[in-house]
């Protein structure tokens, strides 16, 4: 354990290069860094969302019940929050250039052991360590992307980087129905964990740490983008006490942030985990119809995504309002769900292509705000304590809109859907005014607590 820690902790800094050199190798590995995240953050989609594609393929094959399989993803969705906020704290100080290539190989042996396994208590224990483990994907990008980018810039760059998502989860239906139709079910991730190798040794090659590990100024000098009124940024690596106790857990922003995420996330799986379903019992939507529905919800989000991304940064990084703004367009459009009558497929397919386009954005933005009302030292950590918070609104929401749906029908689970979406727009009210504050401010805030 020793000797992994030592391969994963930060790179040094180096003597600064010339100038002259800095500024030609600054554009050319910013690139670097934001496309290398891309596509390796986009490969842990492939390692994780495989198994709801072949649930019924491998159910069918090994005997297990609805239940079953629902336990294996709520235990996942579960063991993914607690990696994202455990592992995004261990990625603040360290290395992504090895830390995210070692995620990757190791959902990739879940993914190798889970698909040559045929007991249910050993799927259960590797697909809830897979979701664990795929807590190294997150952090590292951001961590990445917080040194390199700068505060004004990173609403429009997070939003393009965050498109990965969409893409990770596009290109997860294809490979996985393919591999399962050619080959069997087990390949479904055999194949997944083949390209999730392949894509470890390219993030070796691509990504790297910090710019002064390169021999670079600190983005903020490169950019002239001080926060007005602050200070440089502290480049020192933050211990594990400081960057839990100072920059998270007594951070009043990030628990405002991650409270109204856990709502923003049963908005989120609402229509992803039970929308086909419930199109095909209460609108009588065909198999196709009811799975289209979920390729309209995914890809409405792109363009939204890098739109509200922009906003942001021209609103001076007020992530609070425009995630508020979003979400009432998703509260309507529940709202019209619900009231749909059967026989109006298309309008109940444009309506869940607006709750795509609306819910995406806030997805990325409160993401975003970890850094913004932290540290770029505390990023992972940041991140990760927010999504903790929407994963686990994820598995209310699945047990829960589940359970209402089957004792009270999917008028109840609708209702409670939105109640969810109102509450978010309540939290985030609180965050209207807020913009990324100077370093100083924030940790006097903090250290002043409520």
Same mark, same amino acid.
Not at 74 to 81: E, W
């Given at each position: 354990m ?27 590995l910013?690139?670097? %860094? ?10 842990f ?6 198994l ?11 005997g ?6 629902? =336990?294996?993803l709520a235990l996942?969705?579960?063991?993914y ?19 995210m ?10 993914n ?6 045929g ?7 590797l ?26 810039e990173?609403?429009?760059v997070f ?6 998502h969409?893409v ?15 080959m ?6 055999f194949v997944?964990g ?13 990504l790297? =740490? ?16 001080y !926060? ?6 502290h ?9 839990l106790?100072?920059? %998270? ?5 990030l628990?405002?942030?991650a409270?109204?995420n ?9 229509m992803?985990?039970w929308g ?27 363009f939204?995504t ?7 940064d ?21 709202a ?22 609306f ?19 505390a ?10 918070f929407g ?9 829960g809109?589940?359970w !209402? ?11 409670a859907? !939105?109640?969810?979406?109102?509450l978010? %727009?309540?939290?985030l009210?609180?965050?209207w005014?807020l ?7 924030v940790?006097?805030? %903090?250290?002043?607590?409520?």
């Amino acid at each position: 354990m020793a000797a992994l820690t030592r391969l994963l902790r930060a790179a040094p800094h180096i003597a600064p290069l010339p100038e002259a050199e800095a500024r030609r190798l600054y554009p050319r590995l910013r690139w670097q %860094i934001l496309e290398s995240t891309f596509i390796g953050y986009a490969t842990f989609y492939l390692v994780r969302n495989n198994l709801p594609v072949v649930s019924k393929e491998m159910g069918q094959a090994l005997g297990y019940s609805k239940g079953q399989i629902g =336990d294996l993803l709520a235990l996942t969705a579960i063991a993914y929050g607690v990696g994202k906020f455990a592992m995004g704290a261990w990625s603040d100080r360290s290395n992504p250039r090895y830390f995210m290539p070692a995620g990757l190989l190791l959902t990739a042996l879940c993914n190798f052991l889970f698909g040559a396994s045929g007991t249910y208590a050993v799927h259960l224990f590797l697909w809830t360590l897979n979701g664990f483990v795929q807590g190294m994907g997150w952090g590292p990008c951001g961590r990445s992307l917080g040194h390199w980018y700068s505060v004004r810039e990173r609403g429009t760059v997070f939003a393009f980087w965050n498109v990965a998502h969409n893409v990770g989860g596009g290109l997860t239906g294809i490979i996985v129905a393919y591999s399962t139709a050619w080959m069997g079910w087990r390949h479904a991730f055999f194949v997944p964990g083949i390209l999730a190798v392949l894509c470890a040794l390219y993030l070796l090659w691509r990504l790297r =740490d910090t710019p002064q590990s390169m021999g670079l100024p600190p983005v903020e000098e490169y950019k002239n983008d001080y !926060l007005p009124g602050g200070v440089r940024d502290h480049e020192r690596e933050l211990g594990t006490r400081d960057l839990l106790f100072n920059y %998270i857990l007594n951070n009043k922003y990030l628990w405002v942030f991650a409270a109204a995420n856990f709502f923003v996330y049963i908005a989120r799986y609402a229509m992803l985990d039970w929308g086909p379903t419930y199109l095909k019992e209460v609108k009588h939507a065909t198999l196709q119809g009811g799975g289209f529905s979920t390729a309209i919800f995914e890809f409405a989000g792109i363009f939204s995504t890098i739109l509200m991304g922009w906003l942001s940064d021209k609103a001076g990084g007020r992530r609070g309002m425009v995630s508020l703004l979003c979400m009432v367009p998703v509260f309507g459009a529940f709202a019209g769900i619900l009231n749909t009558p059967p026989g109006m497929l298309w309008l109940d397919l444009l309506l869940f292509g607006i709750v795509g386009f609306f819910v995406y954005p806030p997805v990325m933005l409160l993401g975003v705000t970890g850094l913004d009302f932290s540290s770029k030292k505390a990023v992972g950590a940041a991140a990760g304590f927010i999504g903790l918070f929407g994963y686990l609104g994820r598995t209310v929401q699945g047990k829960g809109l589940g359970w !209402l749906a089957e004792h009270y029908g999917w008028d109840a689970a609708l209702y409670a859907t !939105l109640a969810a979406a109102f509450l978010a %727009i309540l939290l985030l009210a609180v965050t209207w005014r807020l913009t990324p504050r100077p370093r100083a401010a924030v940790r006097q805030a %903090i250290e002043a607590g409520p």
